[in-house]
């Protein structure tokens, strides 16, 4: 069972220097919302569909004399705002999961904020548990867990229900559909990444996409009607974003896509993929400016059927202007709001948020793809 541990932390929200001007015309003053002198590093945070709370997960600083954490707590808190709905900073912060587990990819319930979705190991790593799977090398890294499951918290009770199982290999990313009837998510079953949805109505779970390679971090549309991932199916250091237009049935069920498009083609890192909320621009990181400064860039992913263009990966434009790590962005539902992970000013992965205003119909026009 998942151990609720109540945090006594109150963040205040702290603003950044000076935006650098291409910036300010993008987003609003940044605000710090996670400590530094807390939390070692923090990252991947995902709002409630009120706006009122974030998920998130991160590591804490170790009492004197005891080394950190190896892998990311989940962790829950509650926005503060000024008299005129600014967010502010963070507060009544609480840890989710139980000491020692890994988690990742937290998510909340589109229709019950008391629900809250992440992968966790639900019981702390053994030494002989090694990652199931690794990217590495000199430009991005990260290991996956195995013995991880999908799991759903009721905040109002604390009681945990297992979603998605597999206690032999690394099974996160997931996400709902709009409806609360889907979950997509990455299996690492078959030795790579997989992209599979769950059908929770009828419990049937689907491979949606499964090119060699690894295929991760899938998110569904505001629609519901697509999902975008990244890849690194052409090799290392190549990780690309794609968009796929899904299929149903009859009942409403997914059953497969109908046709696949390819945002990003470079010699670069994109990932963190995240859609709009008017279900036409994604926002990513990238390392297209360097591979020791990921930025945030917004995309336009309309099929564009409508005038017989294809708009996927068009009108790429950069929102971030700092020095260092700027990824894993997020809209609040309004899209009034971003939040990300950054380096910025503390030097440490930490949380932050910015109102949103970058003005997305500006900018190159529509050209076909």
Same mark, same amino acid.
């Given at each position: 069972?998942?151990?609720?541990?109540?945090? #006594?932390?109150?963040?205040?929200?702290?603003?950044?220097?000076?935006?650098?001007?291409?910036?300010?015309?993008?987003?609003? /003053?940044?605000?710090?919302?996670?400590?530094?002198?807390?939390?070692?590093? %923090?990252? /991947?945070?995902?709002?409630?569909?009120?706006?009122?709370?974030?998920?998130?997960?991160?590591?804490?600083?170790?009492?004197?004399?005891? /080394?950190?954490?190896?892998?990311?707590?989940?962790?829950?808190?509650?926005?503060?705002?000024?008299? !005129?709905?600014?967010?502010?900073?963070?507060?009544?912060?609480?840890?989710?999961?139980?000491?020692?587990?890994? *988690?990742? +990819?937290?998510?909340?319930?589109?229709?019950?904020?008391?629900?809250?979705? @992440?992968?966790?190991?639900?019981?702390?790593?053994?030494?002989?548990?090694?990652?199931?799977?690794?990217?590495?090398?000199?430009?991005?890294?990260?290991?996956? &867990?195995?013995?991880?499951?999908?799991?759903?918290?009721?905040?109002?009770?604390?009681?945990?229900?297992?979603?998605?199982?597999? $206690? /032999?290999?690394?099974?996160?990313?997931?996400?709902?559909?709009?409806?609360?009837?889907?979950?997509?998510? +990455?299996?690492?079953?078959?030795?790579?990444?997989?992209?599979?949805?769950?059908?929770? *109505?009828?419990?049937?779970?689907?491979?949606?996409?499964?090119?060699?390679? @690894? $295929?991760?971090?899938?998110?569904?549309? &505001?629609?519901?009607?697509?999902?975008? @991932?990244?890849?690194?199916?052409?090799?290392?250091?190549?990780?690309?974003?794609?968009?796929?237009?899904?299929?149903?049935?009859?009942?409403?069920?997914?059953?497969?896509?109908?046709?696949?498009?390819?945002?990003? !083609? *470079?010699?670069?890192?994109?990932?963190?993929?995240?859609?709009?909320?008017?279900?036409?621009?994604?926002?990513?990181?990238?390392?297209?400016?360097?591979?020791? *400064?990921?930025?945030?860039?917004? +995309?336009?992913? $309309?099929?564009?059927?409508?005038?017989?263009?294809?708009?996927?990966?068009?009108?790429?434009?950069?929102?971030?202007?700092?020095?260092?790590?700027?990824?894993?962005?997020?809209?609040?539902?309004?899209?009034? =709001?971003?939040?990300?992970?950054?380096?910025?000013?503390?030097?440490?992965?930490?949380? =932050?948020? %910015? &109102?949103? #205003?970058?003005?997305? $119909?500006?900018? &190159?026009?529509?050209?076909?793809?």
């Amino acid at each position: 069972m998942i151990v609720h541990i109540a945090l #006594l932390i109150t963040i205040v929200g702290t603003g950044a220097s000076p935006l650098h001007p291409d910036e300010a015309s993008a987003i609003g /003053e940044p605000v710090l919302l996670t400590d530094p002198s807390f939390f070692l590093k %923090a990252g /991947e945070s995902y709002f409630d569909p009120d706006t009122k709370r974030v998920i998130f997960q991160a590591i804490e600083h170790p009492e004197d004399g005891l /080394e950190p954490d190896n892998d990311y707590g989940m962790y829950l808190g509650d926005l503060t705002f000024n008299n !005129d709905g600014s967010i502010t900073g963070l507060k009544n912060i609480t840890r989710l999961s139980n000491k020692g587990s890994a *988690n990742t +990819c937290g998510w909340f319930h589109p229709e019950d904020a008391s629900r809250v979705m @992440y992968a966790t190991t639900t019981t702390p790593l053994i030494d002989g548990d090694i990652p199931g799977y690794q990217r590495g090398s000199g430009r991005y890294r990260w290991a996956f &867990p195995p013995k991880m499951n999908i799991v759903s918290k009721n905040l109002e009770d604390n009681s945990v229900t297992q979603i998605i199982t597999d $206690d /032999e290999h690394y099974l996160a990313e997931g996400s709902w559909s709009p409806d609360a009837r889907h979950v997509v998510y +990455c299996s690492l079953a078959s030795g790579a990444g997989d992209i599979y949805i769950a059908d929770l *109505n009828t419990g049937k779970n689907r491979l949606i996409v499964g090119d060699e390679g @690894y $295929d991760g971090g899938p998110f569904f549309s &505001p629609d519901g009607k697509r999902i975008v @991932y990244r890849s690194d199916r052409r090799g290392n250091d190549l990780l690309q974003l794609y968009v796929a237009e899904l299929k149903f049935d009859e009942s409403g069920s997914i059953v497969g896509i109908e046709k696949e498009y390819q945002l990003t !083609d *470079n010699e670069h890192v994109n990932w963190g993929p995240f859609w709009h909320p008017n279900n036409r621009f994604l926002i990513y990181a990238t390392s297209e400016v360097s591979h020791r *400064n990921y930025e945030l860039f917004v +995309c336009d992913a $309309d099929s564009g059927n409508t005038d017989g263009t294809t708009r996927y990966g068009i009108r790429q434009r950069r929102i971030t202007h700092a020095d260092g790590f700027d990824g894993l962005p997020v809209f609040d539902t309004s899209g009034k =709001w971003l939040m990300w992970t950054s380096k910025r000013e503390t030097g440490t992965s930490q949380l =932050w948020t %910015a &109102p949103f #205003l970058f003005d997305l $119909d500006a900018g &190159p026009p529509v050209m076909e793809h």
